[in-house]
């Protein structure tokens, strides 16, 4: 994977501790935007630096980039509780999950990143001692990267990663071991973490919470859907029925079709195991990759978003170890 983007900026940190439940949630569902102070308060309370954009509507955050101080086109919100007295932080035993997606209007590039800050040394203002989970759609990578030597540490290949589509982080850190997951919405993570880590460094990581956009420029865009901190996410279904409702696998005509420019794929699996849900143009080249990786049985939906695709007819075709189907349908612009 190459090396990411390299990031750092001067802020202060203030902390206060309390007594609080360290489990939390945070679905934005309450619009908002930054005040007088670059607070925004949704569900919970975060803290804009101050570039670029952060807002939070139509139920996510939505972080657009600017140049920041030192040359970067970035945009970062932050929790603790400082700023949130329920945003408790525990960074040495967390298990955290985020549901993200990127989109750029602009050339797809491998400076469009999101960042999760996972260890920072409370000097890191000089020494740059910070370690982020990174995720470039680009290259569908996954790593974690260290800024003080600008390098990433580990790294691997998901391809859940893409432009234009939701996916879930799942981080862990217990001790100095960082564990990531990465699947996709609708998914579930898989009994082995895409990468591991040991960090030796930050000794005593400061309990904050910091998520990062950045970008090769303006026009893209970090979507963050839900963060769990502490607190494992329910099964994604778009099923109200139980799951032992189905009986068998079934793959559903998209809506809407014809559709410009983007649809929806729902299917039906009669047990949990792999799953792929790929996307062909009419000479049968893969465009998309939609699903990949462990999902439960039940009902579950994809969407594609085909703004960068011609007009034309494309196949879908879903495929697990039982049940293989295709089937046809029409983008119009």
């Known amino acids: 994977m190459k090396k990411l983007l390299r990031i750092f900026v001067l802020i202060g940190f203030v902390f206060a501790f309390g007594n609080v439940n360290a489990q939390w949630h945070e679905s934005f569902t309450k619009p908002a935007t930054p005040d007088a102070n670059a607070k925004i308060k949704s569900d919970m309370t975060w803290q804009w630096w101050g570039w670029g954009t952060a807002v939070v509507q139509n139920g996510e955050m939505q972080l657009t980039g600017a140049q920041d101080p030192f040359g970067n086109i970035t945009s970062w919100i932050q929790i603790d509780q400082s700023i949130d007295p329920n945003a408790v932080i525990t960074p040495t035993n967390c298990e955290v999950y985020v549901k993200v997606k990127i989109t750029t209007e602009g050339t797809e590039d491998n400076d469009d990143q999101f960042h999760v800050v996972i260890a920072i040394d409370p000097d890191f203002m000089s020494n740059l001692n910070v370690y982020t989970v990174a995720s470039v759609p680009k290259d569908n990578a996954i790593g974690i990267f260290y800024f003080a030597e600008n390098s990433t540490k580990a ?132 465009v998309a990759d939609l699903v990949n990786g462990v999902l439960s049985a039940g009902s579950h939906e994809a969407r594609w978003n085909a703004r960068n695709m011609p007009s034309g007819i494309y196949f879908y075709k879903l495929e697990t170890a039982d049940f293989s189907q295709t089937k046809k349908m029409l983008l119009m612009k």
Do not use: C, M
């Open 155 to 286: 790294g691997n290949v998901n391809p859940a990663i893409v432009y234009d589509q939701y996916y879930w982080e799942k981080i862990k850190f217990d001790g100095s071991t960082i564990s990531v997951w990465v699947y996709p919405d609708g998914g579930a993570p898989g009994d082995t973490a895409d990468v591991t880590y040991t960090q030796t460094t930050v000794a005593n990581p400061s309990p904050t919470l910091i998520l990062v956009g950045a970008f090769n420029d303006d026009s893209s865009k970090v979507h963050i859907d839900d963060v769990y901190y502490n607190e494992e996410p329910p099964a994604t279904s778009v099923s109200e029925k139980p799951a032992s409702v189905v009986t068998d696998y079934s793959l559903e005509q998209n809506y809407p079709n014809p559709f410009n420019p983007e649809t929806t794929i729902r299917y039906s699996l009669k047990k949990e195991g792999e799953v792929s849900l790929k996307v062909f143009d009419s000479q049968g080249r893969q």
